[in-house]
């Protein structure tokens, strides 16, 4: 059975190494994490890490509050806006343990989070290359564009959802 966990500093390491190579598993559809001294600074700058075990970790979502000093132009986006929200960095399940429902427990608990913030939940999603799944996923939780960027390698789209 699955179990939800809000992570507390300070980490383990071993669930550092375990996100880091959940992480490197769904690349391209994250970005990619040099090292663990990376995925640190990530956590270190973030408001939230959900994880989901079952024996070990599943998968892991990591949000960040607007007003950080996170170098990400896509964060970026959203901190320019000046409004407050919640920024879904990155969410990763790992392989064995997809299309079983995780995604939706953690983003149920990012949206209950953001809920009793009273923010907005952001994010961004490819769409070239397209993440045609990504983005149903997104919209079946009632995430509306609000933007899109093109880079010389990748396009995203940004999608946000009021806390009501």
């Known amino acids: 059975m699955y ?21 490197q598993e769904n690349i391209p559809e994250v970005g990619d994490v040099p090292d663990l001294e990376r995925l640190e600074k990530l956590i270190n700058w973030s408001s939230h890490v959900i994880v989901i075990r079952e024996n070990e970790i599943a998968g892991f979502i990591i949000l960040m509050r607007e007003g950080q000093t996170y170098d990400s132009l896509n964060y970026d986006f959203f901190n320019s806006q000046n409004f407050p929200f919640l920024y879904v960095d990155r969410i990763a399940i790992k392989d064995g343990h997809r299309r079983k429902g995780l995604g939706r427990m953690i983003y149920k608990k990012t949206i209950d989070i953001a809920k009793d913030l009273n923010v907005e939940t952001c994010c961004e999603v490819n769409t070239i290359p397209r993440n045609d799944p990504s983005l149903a996923f997104h919209s079946s939780f009632g995430f509306k564009e609000v933007g899109t960027k093109d880079y010389d390698d990748h396009s995203v789209v940004y999608l946000s959802r009021a806390s009501n």
């Open 3 to 23: 179990k939800l966990e809000v992570l507390q500093a300070p980490f383990l390491a071993s669930d550092l190494e375990e996100i880091w190579n959940i992480n």
